[in-house]
């Protein structure tokens, strides 16, 4: 017997279907309660004050950070968008690097990016097609996108017959590295070749840790590949640090799973923690950072907070 099909005018048509939303006006201001320096801070840790870092007056090479996590859904995206938009606030020069098919930092930024003739996938595969051509503006002043869309996906498998497959994205940056201060790679959720080539590039890696169970047992894994990567690929790679995202601090789960990170990872955790809140997929929505859309709202104080702590480490 056969399986009853949608006839054809209820049948849904991929790509075609307009899923989008409204976007939201900005929220009215939080009440944001301020911590103070010398409080215990959600890590367990007395929080450290770190001062706005000064502006610098020559900009470049950059310093590379991948943002790096196989779990999906754990905060990668919304990371290197508002951790950019922060370092880009205090006088950073930052290029997003959106390194993953799903193109969901291009989307973020407002940018529908299966309408673009070019992407980071022509730079790597198309040896005539120039870098600085693909990148583009963003709404964020001193902030640009190297853009992807699904094109990206296969990229992983056409470079697995090319020699030095794992550093096509150190020489697609080079050309621009002096223009930038800070290249943030939003990686793909996997360990594969793209994950491989962001972790080559790269200064440091960024780990998004969502408080949740399940997180924490795909991070030592991601340690081990980090390890492999130093020895074999890339000397000079570290981890900048492990960044809890999604803290909710009402429950006792989260904050069980923040002291076992802590206990874990020690220092390198950062002390800024990123809660749980609405106003990020709200965010997503509206195709702009927190820092603009909700430049008051806790959620922009973590990442500027978290900016300055990437600056000092
Ligand atoms: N702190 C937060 N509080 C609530 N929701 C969040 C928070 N951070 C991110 N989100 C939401 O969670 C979802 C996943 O976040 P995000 O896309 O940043 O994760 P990701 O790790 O990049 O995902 P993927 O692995 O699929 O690339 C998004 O809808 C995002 O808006």
């Not at 006839?7 to 976007?23: C, F, I, K, N």
């Not at 890696?205 to 030592?220: D, H, K, Y």
């Not at 702009?288 to 959620?299: D, F, L, Q, V, Y």
Request: charged fraction near 25%; hydrophobic fraction near 40%; proline fraction near 7%.
């Amino acid at each position: 017997m056969s399986t009853p099909q949608p006839s054809a005018e209820r049948r849904p048509r991929g790509a075609s279907v307009d899923l989008s939303l409204a976007p939201h006006a900005a929220p009215a201001d939080e009440d944001v309660v301020e911590q103070k320096e010398g409080e215990i801070g959600p890590t367990g840790r007395p929080l450290r004050f770190i001062p706005e870092p000064p502006l610098i007056a020559h900009h470049g090479p950059a310093k590379v950070l991948a943002v790096c996590n196989q779990k999906g859904g754990v905060g990668k995206t919304t990371s290197t968008i508002n951790l950019g938009a922060a370092l880009a606030e205090i006088g950073r020069r930052v290029l997003l690097v959106d390194f993953d098919p799903q193109g969901a930092l291009s989307v973020g930024l407002g940018i529908q990016p299966h309408h673009l003739d070019q992407t980071i996938y022509n730079v790597i595969m198309e040896r005539e097609v120039d870098v600085e051509n693909v990148i583009m503006r963003t709404n964020v002043a001193d902030m640009d996108l190297l853009p992807s869309n699904i094109d990206l996906s296969a990229a992983e498998v056409q470079l697995v017959a090319e020699v030095g497959r794992e550093h096509t994205l150190v020489r697609t940056l080079r050309p621009v590295m002096d223009r930038y201060d800070y290249v943030l790679v939003d990686c793909q959720p996997s360990l594969g070749l793209l994950t491989v080539n962001a972790l080559a590039a790269a200064d440091g890696v960024l780990i998004p840790l969502e408080c949740e169970f399940f997180s924490l047992r795909g991070v030592a894994l991601l340690i081990d590949t980090i390890e492999k990567v130093r020895e074999r690929l890339n000397p000079k790679l570290e981890i900048t640090g492990i960044l809890a995202t999604m803290y909710d601090p009402r429950t006792l789960h989260s904050r069980e799973v923040m002291a076992r990170v802590v206990e874990a990872f020690g220092e390198v955790v950062f002390d800024t923690v990123i809660n749980r809140t609405v106003r990020f997929p709200e965010t997503t929505v509206a195709g702009e950072p927190i820092t603009s859309w909700a430049p008051r709202s806790s959620g922009a104080k973590a990442y500027r907070s978290l900016a300055r702590e990437v600056i000092a480490r």
